[in-house]
Structures are given as C-alpha cells and as structure tokens.
C-alpha cells in the first residue's frame, strides 16, 4: 500500500467515493457531483501546502492508477478551539482489506513521529461499524456521541480521540 497526496487529477476517485449512494449512507447521501471538481482542488492546495495531509490509498505501487480511497487529518475550529480530525473512506471494491486501518495507522504514525497535531479526533457514525471498530483497534478512546456537521448536514457519530505519542497500538 502506498499513500500519496491528492491532486487535481483525481476528481473521479472523488465522484466514485463522495457522490455513490453506498458510500455516503452514513454521510447522509451523495453530495453533488458538479461540486467535486472545486472539491478536489481546494484538497489539491492544501495538501501541497502542507496546511492538511490528504492523501490518496494506493493498494498496489505497481498500479500507481488504481485509488482506492482517501485518509486525511487536518485541523479545524471549533466553540472549544482548534481541533485535528483524521478521516477515512474506503470503495466497496476494496474494503475487508485493512487498507483503511493500515492508511490511518501510518498517517498517526507520521503525526507522533513528527511531533504534528496533537490529540486527533475521528467521528465515525454510529451505526458505522468498521470505521469504530478501526478506532477501537488503534487505541483510540470513545469520548462519547455527538453531532458532527458534515456537507451541510448534521450526523450523529461517535466521538474517538487518540494522542498517536502516546495511545497508538502497536501493529500486531
């Protein structure tokens, strides 16, 4: 498995991952596919400005072509202040593979090893069973259940939090 970061050039993986149905069942629905061009772009900057790690899951180095989804941590701010999220989506095609966990794993490996982003929050939906039990499994903490806006929707997950310096779980 490889992670590298978005570009412009990877609006489809967006579409497939952002405006199918199955894949947004716990996001509250696909979100416009006409938006996803900006969408890209404005992830595209950020990465290359190092402002948030948003990175692409290749499966295969041999096959650089083929995305399987995304992993991202950036910061945002809130009532409380600043806080860092780490996020995941995984294509159907690809999932039961651990490539979500491993991708996560590794971006809070490289958070603790360069001393970036603190405490990182994840907030998987609750009836999202693979991505809590992905956070279960690397140590992060349940803080509780909250509501979380999401593309102008508001959802209900559960509240993970882990100090990778501290908390991560060694691979098994």
Known sequence: MQLRDVTPDDVDAYIRMRCDPVMMADLGGP???ELQADKVRRDARDAAADVSWIKMIVPDEGAPEVVAGTVVVWSHDTEEGPLSEIGWMVLPGFQGR?????ATRALLERARDEGRW???????AIGNGASNGICRSLGFRLVGEQEVPFAGRVLRSNHWAIDPRTDLVSPR
């Open 31 to 33: 979100v416009p596919r």
């Open 98 to 102: 651990g490539l979500a966990k491993r």
């Open 118 to 124: 603190g405490v990182v929050h994840a907030f998987p």
